[in-house]
């Protein structure tokens, strides 16, 4: 098991920045991926970025250029840092952690997933 806690929403202006931050504990060491999903009232949870233990990085198209995902492997902390945020980018931003894909299909690994943290972004 593994366990996820986020920090670091909150609101800002147009234009601001925000970085969040998720610190892991538990079977940290067998994760394959982590990253960062957010969801909007009324839609569904979307990938923002994520990152493989091999250090490949994967980012939403409207995310690109303004969002940076990182990892502190040391820490067991993943951070997420908004620039340039838009009132799109209001949503509950969850932290995800996934076991090795062959462990999610037989059964014995799964997704993990922090309690959220909100982010608003005023106009």
């Known amino acids: 098991q593994v366990q996820l806690v986020e920090s670091g929403g909150g609101v800002v202006q147009a234009g601001g920045s925000l970085r969040l931050t998720c610190e892991a504990s538990g079977r940290v060491l067998n994760i394959a991926r982590t990253g960062w999903y957010r969801q909007a009232p009324g839609k569904q949870r979307e990938l923002v970025a994520d990152m493989t233990d091999r250090g490949n990085i994967n980012y939403a198209h409207s995310v690109k250029g303004r969002f940076t995902i990182s990892r502190d492997n040391a820490k067991n902390i993943l951070y997420l840092q908004m620039n340039n945020l838009q009132p799109e980018d209001t949503a509950v931003y969850y932290c995800?952690?996934?076991?090795?894909?062959?462990?999610?299909?037989?059964?014995?690994?799964?997704?993990?997933w922090g309690q959220g943290t909100q982010v608003t972004v005023s106009s």
């Open positions: 995800n952690a996934q076991d090795p894909p062959w462990e999610i299909q037989d059964g014995t690994g799964g997704h993990y």
